[in-house]
């Protein structure tokens, strides 16, 4: 532990110390923390009010997992030397590790206040009132760094994530136009604006947001994909289907989200009102990817449901193609063969599952039913 002010330390002291120092340095390098941590501690008997030790001292203590112990030296190398701003970094990081989050704030605060130009850690203060769920005080802050830097665009999107942590959405919707002025041309920022528009009950707004975007990107497919849902929430399943088709077109749609779409519809049929959009969108769905196997299951599982059974076991084995380690779609397919009456097709499909699933016995009692 840091201690009180001794005899003065002799040049001879000083280089001992140094020399201490430095070697402990190289095993700190090394990552050998207890080596250097006794180096350091030899040093530190002769020079106790060397703030550069105090402060290796306390980095090692918190490599070694030791913030309590870590912590007077800290507080030593900050008292010793007020103008280093690593000295304050550590402390924080240091009360942090405690769970002491305010007094992990006063230490940036202080560092703030005490290093000259040193305005660039009011980001780190912010973060760490984020971290704290601390809304008021990263506001503040956030207030202080567009004071200091001037208007960005980071700024604000984290008090627009902040707002709505609070549920203030209408003043995360006036961040979200400030975003949107100052940034006319970023797609994602119109989305995200006509998720908020639709989140309070305001289609009319949503739609006006996610046209805009369309003339930026006229073939993006979230912003169709919103538009389809927006339109379907009005009643408007013309415009609703025609969005939902121009989003499954676009192979930058992704296939999991394609298959998430499919599988909700697939859990509402049989429907006649839903089938034929359906049936358009696995086929599409199948056209942007056709070197996924889950792009031609899902549409086999859809085209079951609708008694399209011979399109359905066609693309079952397109899937297996292209990926044979699925049970189930093997037993769809022998499932399907059965009831299309074709017995060769059974027998040779039941043969291949059973060389994949050896102890799955129902695939070699069908082949030998359908002999």
Do not use: C
């Not at 703030?51 to 913030?67: H, S, V």
Request: no cysteine; net charge negative; charged share 25%.
């Amino acid at each position: 532990m840091p201690t009180q002010k001794g005899p003065q330390v002799t040049k001879n002291d000083r280089q001992i110390s140094e020399a201490l120092f430095l070697d402990g340095m190289k095993y700190f390098m090394l990552e050998d923390y207890q080596q250097a941590l006794q180096l350091f501690q030899k040093a530190y008997t002769v020079t106790p009010e060397n703030a550069a030790l105090n402060y290796k001292i306390g980095e090692t203590y918190l490599q070694l997992k030791e913030p309590k112990t870590a912590m007077p030296f800290a507080l030593a190398a900050v008292n010793l030397e007020k103008k280093n701003p690593y000295y304050y970094l550590l402390l924080s990081q240091l009360h942090s590790e405690q769970k002491q989050y305010d007094a992990a704030a006063q230490a940036f605060n202080n560092l703030l206040q005490n290093v000259p130009n040193s305005d660039e850690y009011l980001f780190n203060l912010a973060d760490l009132y984020l971290a704290q769920s601390q809304y008021d005080n990263a506001l503040r802050t956030y207030d202080r760094i567009e004071k200091q830097f001037g208007d960005m665009e980071q700024l604000h999107v984290n008090r627009q994530q902040i707002y709505l942590r609070q549920k203030k959405v209408d003043k995360a919707i006036a961040e979200g136009e400030k975003l949107l002025k100052s940034n006319p041309t970023e797609i994602n920022y119109y989305l995200a604006q006509a998720e908020l528009y639709n989140a309070t009950q305001r289609p009319d707004e949503a739609i006006a947001t996610i046209n805009k975007a369309l003339r930026l990107e006229p073939n993006n497919p979230f912003a169709h994909l919103m538009l389809s849902d927006l339109s379907r929430q009005k009643g408007d399943l013309e415009t609703s289907n025609k969005e939902v088709k121009l989003a499954f077109a676009s192979s930058q749609l992704d296939i999991d989200t394609k298959v998430r779409i499919l599988v909700d519809f697939i859990r509402q049929l049989p429907n006649p009102q839903l089938e034929p959009i359906a049936l358009e969108l696995v086929d599409l769905t199948t056209q942007t990817h056709p070197s996924e196997a889950k792009a031609y299951a899902v549409a086999a599982d859809l085209q079951t449901i609708v008694g399209k059974k011979e399109t359905a076991r066609n693309n079952y084995i397109k899937a297996v193609h292209l990926d044979n380690s699925h049970f189930k779609i093997w037993q769809q397919i022998v499932l399907l063969d059965a009831e299309l009456e074709q017995p060769d097709s059974l027998v040779k499909h039941a043969e291949q599952a059973l060389e994949l699933f050896p102890n799955q016995v129902v695939f070699g009692f069908t082949a030998a039913q359908a002999i």
